[in-house]
């Protein structure tokens, strides 16, 4: 089983559209969670970064924890044609800094 | 948010060339800064962890004398891919961490994509 499993898609929605995005993790020393969107031949861009369980909202963006499940989200709402990109879910434990990736789950938001 | 640059963002080069890739942190300074290296519709995968003014940390399989990792300054590291061949083309992204407005988080750069012909 990997560390960090994420849906890699591709997952179409229309304008408008609520989109959920999910990962789920088999390491409990994760504490911290970040969700990175990547366009497309770009680096990743840091959407939302959460500590421990519970939510946090952006914008348009939720982000969801629920250690005890090891499961994340992202939500999307009023999804746009800007926000076609490949998101990729991110988590680090306690005193370390290295990042273990999902695969990333590419979103197209048709018009 | 904390803006962190590359370059070059693109480079074609011949096989048995070396090639110089900077990361630099324009606005914070970046105590980490991390390599990574991404395939196309794959994750990405951590190459090493440098500290400024300590030798880097190589992930396991992968080669210390071939990517040679330089972070002299607490705004600049260099990756420098020795005697380049074709399997080595691939998307080459830096990242930093360090204190920024927004905490400790880690800011990635734009990607460098290297073609070894």
């Known amino acids: 089983q990997k560390e960090v499993e994420q849906d890699p898609g591709p997952l179409s929605v229309p304008e408008g559209a609520i989109v959920s995005l999910n990962c789920t993790y088999s390491?409990?020393?994760?504490?911290?969670f970040m969700w990175y969107r990547q366009y497309s031949r770009k680096g990743p861009e840091l959407l939302m970064y959460t500590y421990s369980s519970g939510n946090k909202e952006d914008g348009r963006f939720t982000a969801q924890v629920d250690k005890s499940s090891k499961y994340i989200s992202l939500f999307i709402r009023d999804s746009q044609p800007s926000d076609s990109a490949t998101y990729l879910c991110?988590?680090?434990?306690?005193?370390?800094?290295?990042?273990?990736f999902g695969k990333g789950t590419k979103l197209s938001v048709i018009p | 948010g904390a803006v962190v640059s590359q370059h070059p963002s693109r480079v074609i080069c011949k096989s048995g060339t070396s090639v110089k890739i900077e990361c630099r942190s324009l606005d914070f300074q970046a105590t980490t800064m991390f390599w990574y290296r991404q395939f196309p519709k794959q994750s990405l995968m951590l190459m090493a962890t440098?500290?400024?003014?300590?030798?880097?940390?190589?992930e396991q399989g992968v080669e210390k004398d071939k990517f040679l990792i330089n972070h002299a300054s607490l705004t600049l590291s260099t990756l420098t891919v020795t005697s380049a061949h074709p399997e080595d083309s691939s998307f080459y992204i830096c990242s930093a961490r360090g204190r920024t407005r927004e905490g400790n988080e880690q800011f990635f750069g734009p990607g460098t994509r290297l073609t070894v012909l």
């Open positions: 991110a988590m680090t434990g306690a005193g370390s800094y290295q990042l273990t």
């Open positions: 390491n409990s020393a994760f504490q911290y």
């Open positions: 440098s500290n400024e003014g300590s030798k880097a940390t190589y």
